[in-house]
């Protein structure tokens, strides 16, 4: 069965540096999506993107994110300037517009 | 706003009883639910769904989830648990909201814990 793909898994990176976290999402699908949780907390969405452009962006996803489908398999999301509290696991989904999101196994974001 | 919540933060059972893991909802209009099961250091499984149709919704491992329009609620059942059972459970509902991007709103998740 297709699979939503997530790099890396595990990503350390100092406060204030920039970070890519990417995905590769299943290869017909058309709705893609990040969403993170915090240790503990809930799955908070971010942002969709559908047709080359954001759909929804929450109030988590300020100036400082941003997302980019570079080529016609990978989505990745940029956080420019890292922060503490950016520190949490963050997912990619993806689907075929009506059916359930396919997530991938998610990218552990580590703020020093 | 729509919203979902999972009173329960952590459900015990022993293996082969049957197990219930509550939600319920708030939205405006008809919802679309969906439960999911995160394992350790895995990523969230979609498990089953309710759009339309037969209140009872069978999916995956052996789950199924009852919807009750009039209690808002979207509650996870199985029959026999199995300790393979044991992870984390969300219930989520659609976005159904302006725009329509489909994003999902998930539940606080609920710890199931299945003992031999």
């Known amino acids: 069965e297709p699979e939503v793909t997530q790099t890396p898994s595990h990503q350390v990176t100092q406060m204030g540096q920039e970070v890519i976290l990417r995905c590769v999402p299943i290869?017909?699908?058309?709705?893609f999506y990040w969403y993170r949780q915090i240790l503990g907390q809930k799955v908070e969405f971010l942002v969709s993107?559908?047709?080359?452009?954001?759909?929804?962006k929450s109030e988590i996803f300020d100036d400082q994110f941003s997302v980019e489908r570079p080529d016609g398999s990978n989505f990745t999301l940029k956080i420019r300037s890292t922060k503490l509290e950016d520190s949490a696991m963050y997912f990619c989904?993806?689907?075929?517009?009506?059916?359930?999101?396919?997530f991938g196994d998610g990218t552990r974001l580590s703020i020093l | 706003a729509q919203s979902v919540a999972q009173p329960e933060d952590q459900v015990n059972v022993a293996e082969g009883n049957p197990l219930t893991v509550k939600c319920t909802y708030s939205v405006s209009g008809n919802p679309y639910l969906f439960w999911y099961v995160q394992y350790p250091n895995r990523g969230l499984q979609f498990l089953l769904k309710y759009i339309t149709g037969d209140n009872l919704v069978k999916g995956s491992y052996g789950f199924e989830a009852e919807f009750n329009k009039s209690q808002t609620s979207f509650h996870l059942k199985k029959p026999s648990a199995l300790v393979s059972d044991s992870a984390l459970y969300f219930c989520a509902v659609r976005d159904m909201g302006e725009g329509n991007t489909g994003k999902l709103i998930f539940g606080q998740g609920t710890t199931l814990q299945v003992k031999p």
């Open positions: 989904a993806s689907s075929a517009g009506g059916q359930p999101q396919h």
């Open positions: 993107f559908y047709n080359n452009e954001i759909s929804e």
């Open positions: 290869s017909n699908h058309l709705y």
